[in-house]
């Protein structure tokens, strides 16, 4: 059974589905209001917790658990299948989010946080040399993983195409190679947005999947930003057009 821990992390599986948790574990001897107000959540929720010692907590989940530990059922990562029923009954223009080559589960739970604020309708991600979800991911994402769709596909490059056919617009994000910016592209109608991993960025077969390439100005020195980063900064720009 997998574990999931952090404050945020609990509190928001409580919140959005608190049936999935099955068994939690606090830090005994501490009583600060954080902990009180779970302890509360808790209660609420008719969710009996146990006392363990910091080192229990350690051992379980390897430390960063803010002194909770919650063992839930897990969560479900959708396939193709679900993508397309997913795309075709939206009544507003579709907005996804692929990662292409994204290993670090940190940034796949920094990217799924930004996406569900951003109103993402689904996060795409390989089966294959990418990162899944886990314990780490669903910490940093704050309780997105309970609430934005992950999509695991076997060829990226082909989800990609059917998304084209399904009549929404692939644009990729390129530092190097894009001569558009991202602040001059239209970004309002069905589209799906591809990041790639920090460093060696999209795979070749994805970039001339593209549509469109659109890199974000740089004024620095610095050659790139964290996926992350970048990630919040073009979904929010795609917010930015669709509310103008």
Not at 5 to 30: C, D, S, T, Y
Not at 54 to 79: F, K, W, Y
Not at 88 to 103: H, N, R, S, V
Not at 150 to 166: D, E, G, H, P, S
Request: hydrophobic share 45%.
């Amino acid at each position: 059974m997998p574990y999931l821990f952090g404050l945020h992390a609990v509190k928001a599986i409580l919140a959005r589905n608190p049936q999935k948790v099955q068994m939690v574990w606090l830090q005994e001897n501490r009583h600060d209001q954080r902990l009180q107000q779970l302890q509360q959540l808790l209660t609420e929720a008719g969710i009996v917790w146990h006392d363990a010692s910091r080192r229990e907590l350690d051992q379980r989940v390897g430390g960063c658990h803010q002194g909770v530990v919650a063992a839930c059922s897990a969560t479900p990562v959708q396939g193709e299948s679900f993508l397309e029923q997913l795309v075709q009954g939206l009544d507003t223009p579709p907005l996804l989010l692929a990662l292409d080559g994204i290993t670090d589960p940190h940034n796949l739970g920094a990217c799924l946080r930004t996406a569900d604020a951003a109103g993402v309708h689904a996060v795409i991600a390989t089966k294959h040399k990418s990162a899944s979800l886990n314990a780490t991911v669903a910490k940093v994402a704050c309780g997105a993983t309970e609430s934005i769709p992950f999509v695991q596909v076997t060829n990226l490059v082909r989800c990609l195409k059917w998304l084209k056919q399904a009549g929404i617009w692939i644009t990729g994000t390129a530092s190097g190679e894009a001569s558009t910016k991202l602040y001059e592209a239209n970004l309002c109608g069905p589209m799906a947005l591809v990041v790639g991993a920090e460093g060696v960025g999209m795979r070749h077969l994805t970039r001339v999947t593209c549509d469109q390439l659109v890199h974000i100005p740089m004024a620095g020195l610095v050659s790139s930003l964290n996926v992350s980063v970048a990630t919040g900064i073009c979904l929010f720009e795609v917010v930015r057009q669709r509310q103008g």
